[in-house]
């Protein structure tokens, strides 16, 4: 393993002891070099540690380090992002729901479905948005029918099919 520069210790130093040995201090708090570190990731999921850490002036071990502490404490989720076209899912719809009384059990329920791949709650005309993966439409139509609308406290829904994917991106950096 390469030896470590002093400029590398001490900047390793610092924002470590700057952030309280986490590259995060308070929720939704990012230091500059764990930014950096996530925008490498953006970019390409499987850069290599040596590669971010000449990028970002650390040491490849630190690096490593701190992905390990910003997946571990959920900031970061390093996945493989697929078409679903081309692995036989056919429909993906975002489904709006409209609810009454408490969200949380509707939502604990919406995110344990394996069709269901983003939940988030809304103000506005619908109180949840979920986006589904179908294999086509007669397994949306049974999700529906069968599993959302039965949901307690589900009053209604709107789908939203989608015809073509224009655009999936997960690059919008760290501000």
């Known amino acids: ?40 990731l953006q970019q390409d999921g499987r850069r290599p540690y040596a590669t971010i850490a000449a990028a970002v002036g650390l040491s490849e071990a630190a690096v490593r380090q701190r992905v390990a502490r910003l997946v571990g404490s959920g900031v970061v989720q390093i996945v493989a992002v697929t078409d679903p076209v081309q692995v036989g899912f056919t429909r993906q719809a975002m ?10 059990p509707i939502v ?6 394996d069709e269901v791949d983003y939940v988030v709650v809304t103000a506005g005309s619908f109180d949840i948005l979920v986006e589904v993966v179908c294999e086509d439409d007669d397994h949306l139509l ?32 760290t501000r």
Request: hydrophobic letters at 35%; charged letters at 25%.
């Open 1 to 40: 393993m390469p030896r470590q520069s002093l400029v590398q210790r001490t900047a390793e130093h610092r924002a470590v002891r700057a952030e309280g040995h986490g590259g995060h201090g308070e929720a939704g708090s990012l230091d500059d070099v764990s930014k950096a570190i996530i925008e490498q």
């Open 108 to 113: 604990a329920t919406l995110k344990e479905m």
């Open 142 to 173: 049974g999700l529906l029918n069968h599993h959302i609308r039965t949901i307690p406290g589900v009053r209604s829904t709107e789908s939203f099919v989608y015809l073509k994917l224009a655009k999936q991106t997960y690059t919008w950096g």
């Open 95 to 104: 489904i709006g729901i409209r609810t009454e009384g408490n969200l949380d």
